[in-house]
């Protein structure tokens, strides 16, 4: 079992940038693809981005352009990178692994394990 633990969150005013991280131990975390998901209050667990073990990447459309994933398999850590940030992207961000390598892997039901979240609140 992966343990994820997330990091980085915080306040920031809109159009700023904040870089999540999560950290994974436990089993290897090199085969494993890593996701990125976002919930509001009120709302429903939403998908945000997910990088394969061979580095394949997906966003959703709310966050292309703005977010960027990346992982550094010698660290096990996954990162999130957000840019241009918007008071719709508050939210509690959570990191994701799902133990078979999978591209494009959207569906929160699918991964294994998650972490405990990580606030991120933008001011308008």
Not at 14 to 26: V, Y
Not at 89 to 118: F, H, M, N, P, S
Request: aromatic share 12%; hydrophobic share 30%; charged share 20%.
């Amino acid at each position: 079992q992966v343990e994820l633990v997330e990091s980085g969150g915080g306040l920031v005013q809109a159009g700023g940038s904040l870089r999540l991280s999560c950290a994974a131990s436990g089993r290897t975390f090199s085969s494993h693809a890593m996701g990125w998901f976002r919930q509001a209050p009120g709302k429903e667990r939403e998908f945000v981005a997910t990088i394969s073990w061979g580095g394949y990447i997906y966003y959703s459309d709310s966050v292309k352009g703005r977010f960027t994933i990346s992982r550094d398999n010698a660290k096990n850590t996954v990162y999130l990178q957000m840019n241009s940030l918007k008071p719709e992207d508050t939210a509690v961000y959570y990191c994701a692994a799902k133990t078979i390598d999978t591209r494009g892997l959207t569906d929160g039901y699918e991964y294994d394990c998650w972490g405990q979240g990580t606030q991120v609140t933008v001011s308008s």
